[in-house]
Structure formats: C-alpha cells, structure tokens
C-alpha cells in the first residue's frame, strides 16, 4: 500500500540556519508529490509540486525539494530559516492509478529559536 | 477575498447536542472534501464531492452528514456530539478530483466537545 513517512515528528532550527525536512514514500510508479505548510491557526497551503522532469523544484516562500527516486524520498530543504516558518510541514503523495487519493505524511513540526 | 471560508471558525458545545459547520469556495472549483484533523496533527478524509455528487466516503460514523447544495458549498453536520469529534475540521476544494494534488483549505473550525 502507499504510504507517506515524515521521520521526524518536531524540529527546531535556529532562525537564520539552513532547515532539511525529510518525507519518504512508498509506491510503485513515479508519484505525484508534495509539501504543504500549516501555519498556526491556519489551514494547510501547497509549497511546492513534483510531477515530473527536473527533479529539484522550486516552491513558494524560499522552499526547495529534492526527488530522488533512489532513495523514494522528496526532501523539503530552505538555505535560512525565517522566524515566520515554524509551522507544521505536511508532505502527501498522489497516487495515479484508477483509486486516486492524496496520502498524507503525519507532519513535521518545526520550531524556531531567535 | 478568501478563497475557503469556513463558518464558525470555534464552536464549542456538548456532548449530545448537534451541529453544523458551513463551507464555501470562490475558486470556481467542482471538487470539496472534508478532513478532520486530530490532537496530533494527522489528517483524515472524510467526504468528498465532485460536482454535487458524494464520491469519497470513509468510514465516519453515520452521524456525520454531509451536504453539498451546490458545487461552491459544501457543509457538515453532526448529530449526537461525542468527545471524540473533537476536532479541528477543514474544508478543501480543488479542480477537477483530487486536483493533481492541489488543495485550497479552509482556515479551520475547531470544534470541542465537553
């Protein structure tokens, strides 16, 4: 079965350090993949989406990610963290085959310290 | 102008009694869901409509009922309130279903049950 595994439950990161974020997935064929962002009190917002080609994308707020087929994982990265990104960070998988669902990791909780 | 909105944002009540939160998108989009999200941040689907017509239905308890009037508006109402539908409930919509994996959400409605 498909599934989406965010390895760390909670990070802290100094403001201004560089931030690494993992998700790992499971699924047969190249997945749809993505990073969302919850901000405190907020609903959830798409950072960035991988579908296909150029496996480095650019999202919105400074993210990257990193598809790497090798290791099934879509790494979330950002060079300096910014006070206003501690939030919670969701990566989900979509799965193309004929029972569509978008499969939700359990979250990354990212704190930042001044 | 927001694109979700969801209504009431808190709602706070007890156990046994009914309620209902509200939805509604002006993205233009023909498909809305409902997750609930726990105490521990984990998402859950709950309904989903595509142009008016129930598409996705986990298992929820049947005091859960979902309506959607029309393709902007999608609502929820729960009979017989327990402390475990505590809750945050977001609303999501997208183009098309499951929108190549791009949700808009609602803020949220947290809803507690005492």
């Known amino acids: 079965a498909q599934s989406v595994t965010q390895p760390d439950i909670h990070i802290t990161v100094s403001e201004g350090a560089s931030l690494e974020l993992r998700c790992n997935y499971s699924y047969g064929a190249t997945p749809y993949l993505f990073w969302y962002v919850q901000s405190p009190g907020q609903g959830l917002q798409l950072l960035l989406k991988y579908f296909s080609g150029d496996t480095l994308v650019q999202g919105i707020k400074g993210f990257e990610a990193e598809f790497k087929r090798s290791q099934s994982s879509f790494n979330l990265r950002k060079p300096s963290v910014h006070w206003s990104d501690a939030a919670e960070y969701f990566c989900a998988v979509l799965n193309a085959g004929n029972n569509r669902k978008l499969i939700w990791g359990l979250g990354t909780s990212l704190a930042v310290n001044p | 102008d927001t694109a979700v909105s969801q209504t009431p944002k808190y709602l706070v009540t007890q156990m046994g009694n009914d309620k209902s939160i509200k939805c509604e998108q002006n993205l233009g989009h023909d498909t809305m869901y409902w997750y609930k999200q726990d105490s521990k941040k984990f998402l859950k689907i709950m309904f989903s409509y595509n142009n008016k017509e129930l598409i996705i239905n986990e298992t929820v308890p049947n005091r859960f009922s979902p309506k959607s009037p029309d393709k902007a508006h999608l609502n929820l109402h729960i009979n017989s309130l327990e402390l475990g539908d505590s809750a945050v409930y977001f609303c999501?919509?997208?183009?098309?279903?499951w929108g190549n994996g791009e949700l808009f959400f609602g803020e949220g409605s947290r809803l507690t049950v005492l």
């Open positions: 999501a919509s997208s183009l098309g279903v």
